[in-house]
Structure formats: structure tokens, C-alpha cells
């Protein structure tokens, strides 16, 4: 686990309420499919992430990962979570990236 992300209560725009921390934690990573779509003239990606952290009570599918590489922050919705186990020692947290773009399409 070599990745230190942080999950994030979502947020309520029209409530004027942003997302806001819930709990940091480090983390393994690793992207499990890929795929392209054509989005208004532009070549959108979407790739499937598979998140392995420790154990943390109260992470919900609602929350967003967030992760800053090289000062550029990537956020991530959530999609699911399991408990593989059911012994909460870890949690392997399935997700995909927001805003990702490929390029412009030709």
C-alpha cells in the first residue's frame, strides 16, 4: 500500500454544502478494465480502479476518493465495497476516475 488517498462525504451543491473529509488512509491500487466512449466530440475514458485499504468503519458508496499525484488532485466515485472476508481487516473499494479525457476525437 503505497498510495495515501482520502475519502470524501459527498457533496450537496444545492444544500451549498462541499465535499469534506472523512478519513485518510493509505492504499494499494491497480485498474481492472478500460474502456473508450465518444462523448460530445471528445474522446472520454473511463477505467475501473480496484482500491485495497485497511479496514475503516463508515466508508459508504456515496463518498469520493480523492488522490494528489505529482500536485494534480484525481478523484475517484466509488462503485463498491467489500469486506472479503467479513472479518473487517481490509476493504477492497471498486471505483472509477471523474473527468479522465483521452483527447478529442478525430
Known sequence: MIRWITFYNPPNP????????????????RSLTAQEMDKAQQIAQRVNWLFTVPYQPGIKESMLIGMNEAGTLRTFQIGGIDDVDGRQIELRITAYEINQNAGSAS
Open 14 to 29: 444545492t444544500a451549498g454544502v462541499l465535499a469534506n473529509p472523512f478519513v485518510a488512509s493509505w492504499a494499494a491500487m
